[in-house]
């Protein structure tokens, strides 16, 4: 599968992040991102998820008895404001008839290399949620009430390289000598899983990949999200706003190709005349007619 256009204005950044967060916030995407990541999901199918989760749209203040979307907004005194992507908790029915809730954060990264480990990054997300459940799930009375987070960090233009990795990070219990002495649940707060995507994969990741592509158009998309069963009818417009997206990068991009070609041109126009015809360089731009807001452009190849 071809990659994704590379963003070339804030502008288009913006609407790029908007799109993936509204796609991936669709409950048959969600769905099946929870089934692949969420462990307390795993005995649930995917349609069972989809009904646990059922109305789930990012922007849409759903509330119903398994799923909650939590404000995006997460502040704690002196340690500033954290924007995050999607952050949502769900009780999970288990197979004992009990609910398990495990709070999830979805993060959309567009930048693989941002200056930083996002491994670092989603371990500082933990630990925020964590510490916004203070009152809420848990106090100094009683820490067992603390709840698990997921933190997944889907990489929509990840390296080649990378491409297709699924990588989880969590706590783990290391025996130094005798046996185990606390149950998983007791240690087993937080999971980090990052997910890298470039081209087409398994049931997850080719419909992941297709619906975060910018450069497939929208009948190509179609056909493979229907080969996946997911019905997308409630974010159609955010896909073919994706793919409109991905038609404007190409065509800005070719706009600025012409105009650096054109540049480039000029210059050595300018410089046939100036050297073969000793003209000035105003007697050369005048001559070949070139308009003024290019001539500043030019201009600066000749001072330097």
Known sequence: METIN??????????????????????????RIIKAAVDEANHLNVEEIRRLIKGVHIGDLIVNPHFHLVDKKGFIKDEGMVYYDILCYIDVPQEDGKNIRVYLNVEIQNNPYPGYSIITRGYAYISRIVSEQWGSEYDDKNYDGMKKVYSLWIMPKAPKRKDGYMNVYETNERIICGTTVEEKEIYDKGVILAIYLNKEHDELLTPLTV???????????????????????????????????????????????????????NIAHVKKLMIGLQMSFKEAINLLEIPEKEVKEIEKYFQS
């Open 6 to 31: 590379k963003i070339t204005t804030s502008k288009q950044t913006t609407m790029y992040d908007h799109l993936c967060k509204m796609i991936i916030g669709n409950e048959e995407v969600l769905s």
């Open 211 to 265: 619906l975060l592509n910018n450069v497939l158009d929208y009948k190509g998309k179609q056909r493979i999200i229907e080969e996946y069963g997911l019905n997308t009818k409630k974010i159609e417009s955010e896909v073919k706003d994706m793919c409109d997206l991905g038609k404007s990068i190409v065509l800005e991009a070719r706009n600025e190709g012409k105009q650096i070609e054109r540049k480039e041109k």
